[in-house]
C-alpha cells in the first residue's frame, strides 16, 4: 500500500485507476486516505458500510471514497389497487427531513381506511431527443419528413442494439434549421436511459447519413431529461400515472382534524392558483419530497425528482367526502439496472416486492411505478390535512425539531 500511496504522490498512478492494481475496499481506502491527506479532512465517517462495493466501483461510481447512510424510515401498510401492483405495501423512505416519514404514515393511515388507492398508469415510454442542424428550412423539412416516412427503418436500426427496448413513436420538431427527433422507447423494466441514448445515436446516424443533416447533440433537450419542462408535462416521460382515493367526511375529521371542504379549498388557493400565480410546472404540495425517499432508497436516479415534481394534485367535493388524486406525468423507474442492484436498494425493491425483471417484462417497474403514486397520494393527503386544519408548523415543531 505504500508504494501505491507513493505513486499517487508522485504521479504515476491516477487516483481513478486504484481499481485496476487494487481489489475494490483497498483501493476505496487508499483513496480516501489520500485524499484525507491531501485536504487535512477527517472522513472516517464515510469508510463504514454494508454493501458489497465490487460491482458498484465497475457500474455506479467513479472515485469512490466510501458511503454516505441516509436513514431509512418506514409508511405504511397502504393498499394499492393497481393494474400491476395490487397489493398492500411498506414505503421505504429515505430521507433526513424530520416529520416527512411521519407525515406519508398518517396519509397511508387514511388510504387504508377508505380501502386503498385506486392506481392506473397511463402511457409509457421513455424518450431521448437528438438535435439536427439542416442547411435551410426546407432542408429541415425534408429531414423531419423523412424521419416519419421511414420509421419502420429506424425502429428495426434502434432496437438492434438492445434485447428488450421497443421504438415506439417518434415526434419531430423544428426551429429554423435545427430539428429534434423525440424518440420514444418502451424500456420494459429498465429505467432506460442507457438503452435509448444507445439505440438513439445508431437511428440517429443512419438519419444523418440518409439526409445530409448534421448530428449536433444526442440530447437536444427536448427530451427533456432531469430539467423542469413544459413537454414532459402535457407528453408525459417515462410513466405518466393517477392515484386517486374518496375520503368520507368523516374520516377527514377522524384523520386530519379538518372537514372536506377544507382539504379542497387549501387544494384548490394552494396548489392549483398558488403555483399557477408563480408560473410552476407542478401544482402539488410536496410530492418531490416523497419521490426523492423512495427513489434514494429504491436506487432511481435522484435527479429524475425534478420531472416527478411536475405532479398536479386535485381534490372533488362529491357527496360526503371528498376525491383526491394525483397526476404524476413523469415517473422514471426501473427495477432493473442503475442503482437497483445495490444491495440495500435491492432490499427496498424486495419490500415494495418490485425487485428484477417482471412477468411480463415490464410489469415490475409498472407496479412500482403505482406504488409511487400511491405514496405520493398518501403525502399530498397529510400535508393538505395539516394545512387545513392549521398543524403544519406544530408537526415540524415536535417532529422537525428545527
Keep these: 500500500m505504500d508504494q501505491y500511496r507513493s505513486d499517487l504522490r508522485e504521479g504515476r498512478l491516477k487516483l481513478y485507476a486504484l481499481e485496476k492494481v487494487l481489489p475494490p475496499d483497498d483501493a476505496v481506502t487508499l483513496r480516501r486516505e489520500y485524499i484525507e491527506e491531501e485536504t487535512g479532512s477527517d472522513l472516517s465517517p464515510l469508510s463504514s458500510y454494508s454493501i458489497p462495493i465490487d460491482r458498484i466501483v465497475a457500474r455506479n461510481c467513479e472515485n469512490m471514497i466510501g458511503c ?36 406519508v404514515n398518517r396519509g397511508c393511515s387514511a388510504i387504508a381506511k377508505a380501502g386503498g388507492a385506486e392506481v392506473r398508469i397511463l402511457r409509457d415510454g421513455m424518450t431521448r431527443a437528438p438535435v439536427f442542424a439542416a442547411g435551410s428550412v426546407a432542408h429541415a423539412h425534408e429531414v423531419a419528413a423523412f424521419a416519419e416516412d421511414h420509421l419502420m427503418e429506424i425502429q428495426e436500426i434502434a432496437e438492434s442494439t438492445t434485447s428488450h427496448g421497443e421504438l415506439i413513436g ?10 429534434f427527433l423525440r424518440f420514444e422507447f418502451d424500456t420494459k423494466d429498465a429505467m432506460g436511459m442507457n438503452m435509448v441514448t444507445i439505440a438513439s445515436q445508431k437511428a440517429a446516424d443512419y438519419i444523418a447519413e440518409e439526409t445530409g443533416a448534421r448530428l449536433v447533440a444526442l440530447s437536444g433537450n427536448m427530451c427533456a431529461d432531469k430539467k423542469p419542462a413544459a413537454i414532459n408535462l402535457v407528453e408525459g416521460r417515462g410513466k405518466t400515472v393517477t392515484a386517486g382515493v374518496f375520503l368520507p367526511d368523516a374520516l377527514c375529521k377522524e384523520v386530519f382534524k379538518c372537514d372536506s371542504a377544507s382539504l379542497a379549498e387549501v387544494n384548490m388557493r394552494k396548489n392549483l392558483v398558488g403555483s399557477a400565480r408563480a408560473g410552476a410546472l407542478g401544482f402539488n404540495a410536496h410530492a418531490a419530497n416523497i419521490i426523492a425517499a423512495l427513489y434514494i432508497a429504491c436506487g432511481q436516479d435522484p435527479a429524475h425528482v425534478v420531472e416527478g415534481s411536475s405532479c398536479i394534485t386535485t381534490a372533488d367535493l362529491m357527496e360526503g367526502g371528498v376525491y383526491v388524486a394525483v397526476t404524476l406525468p413523469a415517473v422514471q423507474v426501473g427495477t432493473v ?59 415540524h415543531k415536535e417532529l422537525g425539531r428545527g
Design 170 to 179: 417518434l415526434v419531430p420538431y423544428i426551429v429554423g434549421t435545427s430539428v
Design 68 to 103: 454516505v447512510q441516509v436513514p431509512v424510515g418506514v409508511a405504511g401498510p397502504v393498499p394499492v389497487k393497481g393494474e400491476y401492483a395490487d397489493t398492500i405495501v411498506w414505503l421505504p423512505l429515505a430521507t433526513t427531513e424530520g416529520a416527512l416519514v411521519a407525515s
Design 337 to 395: 439496472g442503475g442503482g437497483t442492484g445495490i444491495a440495500t436498494q435491492a432490499a427496498c425493491l424486495s419490500l415494495l416486492r418490485v425487485a428484477g425483471s417482471g412477468d411480463p417484462p415490464g410489469a415490475n417497474a409498472k407496479a412500482f411505478a403505482e406504488i409511487v403514486a400511491a405514496g405520493v397520494l398518501a403525502g399530498e393527503l397529510s400535508l393538505l390535512g395539516a394545512l387545513a386544519a392549521q398543524h403544519l408548523a406544530r408537526a
